[in-house]
């Protein structure tokens, strides 16, 4: 089908807005979120995500890590909260994720990868019915296995083009996701469909980055050069996750994510500028993007 021809509509809701906190509210109001990652070689991915959710506004983060990441993971900040295991066992996280009173789970941040790692992703995408935002790792796992389609609950892919290259599996696909707008939509919309249950939204990574559940879509047009640094990612895996937490609604929430990450990489270029530019400056800038969205 040309991607000119493609049937889909921009929405036409305004962006959404957080509404004011009232002044009887508490931590839990806010929402608790589980941040499943990091290990050994890359503890400080799953970090950023947690540091970025609290700064989202999440009331209590929770960082599911590796027992023998669990130490450097829980240095990053006092504010984190965090749980070893020894190792991934699918149905023992899901259970324990069940059981939780967690409003929002996220999965991939220096998670690394391994056929004990498909099998989590596995159990998860086609057990969990809580909100599960999916990256990096998370997205590569998901791919093997082959369960994009078969989602218990709603779900948030968040791929940059390489990510979505594997998740889709399809040459034609593959380039329209690194093309102009017009392919770059119809390819995210393409694989949000592949849900028949609508419960996916696919957040496609780049300039102009394209947010649809498959039958509206948005395109953002905050952010800069300046933010193709490591870490980026994890940092809106963590807003977006604190966004959903907060009671946004799936395609809200990634739509709403994408533009205060974009305005908070373009309000620390405006200090650093864009070379310089690395992912905690995104961190330390998002109060005043959320500041400038909510007045503008």
């Not at 991915?45 to 450097?72: D, M, N």
């Not at 989590?120 to 909100?131: G, I, N, S, Y």
């Not at 696909?173 to 696919?202: F, H, N, P």
């Not at 500028?273 to 969205?293: C, K, M, W, Y």
Request: net charge negative; with cysteine; hydrophobic share 45%.
């Amino acid at each position: 089908m040309s991607p000119t021809t493609f049937p889909i509509d921009v929405t036409t809701t305004p962006l959404t807005t957080l509404l004011p906190r009232s002044a009887q509210s508490h931590k839990g109001t806010y929402g608790r979120a589980i941040m499943i990652g990091g290990s050994k070689n890359m503890p400080g991915a799953i970090a950023l995500a947690g540091l970025s959710c609290l700064r989202g506004g999440a009331g209590l983060v929770t960082l599911w890590t590796l027992r023998e990441a669990q130490p450097v993971v829980a240095c990053y900040s006092p504010l984190l909260m965090t749980r070893g295991f020894e190792s991934w066992n699918g149905s023992e996280i899901v259970a324990e994720l069940h059981d939780s009173a967690a409003n929002c789970i996220a999965i991939g941040p220096g998670l690394g990868g391994g056929a004990e790692i498909d099998v989590l992703l596995a159990t998860l995408q086609t057990e969990l019915r809580q909100p599960l935002v999916i990256d990096a790792d998370g997205l590569n796992a998901l791919a093997r296995t082959g369960t994009l389609s078969a989602p218990a609950g709603p779900r948030i892919l968040t791929p940059h083009p390489g990510e979505f290259a594997r998740l889709a599996g399809d040459d034609t696909l593959a380039g329209m996701a690194t093309g102009e707008d017009a392919d770059r939509i119809a390819a995210a919309t393409t694989l949000a469909r592949r849900d028949a249950s609508g419960q996916t939204v696919v957040l496609l990574k780049g300039h102009r980055t394209v947010i649809t559940d498959g039958q509206q879509y948005a395109v953002n047009s905050t952010g800069n050069p300046g933010m193709a640094t490591a870490g980026a990612g994890d940092v809106l895996t963590g807003l977006i996750t604190a966004l959903v937490c907060q009671g946004l609604e799936p395609f809200a929430a990634a739509r709403l994510g994408a533009n205060l990450h974009g305005l908070a990489g373009d309000l620390a270029a405006e200090r650093v500028g864009q070379v310089s530019l690395v992912a905690t400056d995104l961190i330390e800038n998002l109060p005043a993007a959320f500041h400038r969205q909510s007045i503008g």
